[in-house]
């Protein structure tokens, strides 16, 4: 009795734990992928398809051999999600097709087939209820896609309404690269390189706001475009 007892207690205190292995094994397994994926998606947009076309095989080849392995052994967050089996396939049908334009040179058409996967995503995720780090990044550069719009279309400094609606965006945007900062896994956290990004982009931030209260709007561009460069390296290399 006491054995049966022992046995159903280590059930339940393993149980969670397995869920939760299982989870982290696809969320791992999505991030390798994901990271040639970004790098393809890179490589697209500077006009070098040959090079994409390498990044693209590997990603292929991560999801065909370690995500697509979920397919039929689906995470607990994931299991009453009836879009599962299908948003996989999506996301290694775009791959496949992205590879086959970049094998043809095509490379903005290569790119506009792979963008719609980070969103597919990040939905998924979502769906869940499952929050990975790539999730902060996106929110981040939303933000900044947001912001940058005033770099086309800087306000007018005599309309205190315009003007209050850049300072609002830059306050979002400060407080979401602020909080990847605070979120960042240690051994991101500890990357000199992601120390680098996220001390630029905060700095470049920081600057806006006398920029703004002078009515700058040359200096506003000038740091806008230094944080769109910063934004840019936080997805390739951490998103």
Known sequence: ??????????????????????????????????THYRTAVFYLHTGNPAVAEFE???????????????RDSVPDAFADDGAWTQTLEDVIARLQQAQTLAQGNEAEAAEAELLPIRETLADLRARGGVRVFSDCI????????????????????????????????????????????????????????????????LTSLSRLWPAIDAGDAEVVISILREIRSFDRMLWLQFG
């Open 1 to 34: 009795m006491r054995l049966k007892v022992a046995t159903v207690v280590l059930f339940l205190l393993l149980a969670p734990t397995v869920g939760a292995s299982e989870l982290s094994r696809f969320n791992a397994a999505v991030a390798q992928a994901y």
């Open 56 to 70: 693209l095989q590997q990603a292929i080849e991560l999801w065909n051999d370690q995500v697509m392995a979920f």
């Open 138 to 201: 996106d929110e981040a550069n939303a933000a900044m896609d947001a912001l940058w719009v005033f770099r086309h279309e800087p306000p007018d400094f005599a309309d205190a309404e315009a003007v209050n609606a850049l300072r609002a965006q830059t306050a979002v945007t400060a407080y979401l690269y602020e909080r990847c900062q605070a979120e960042a896994p240690p051994e991101i956290a500890a990357a000199p390189e992601f120390q680098r990004i996220m001390g630029g982009t």
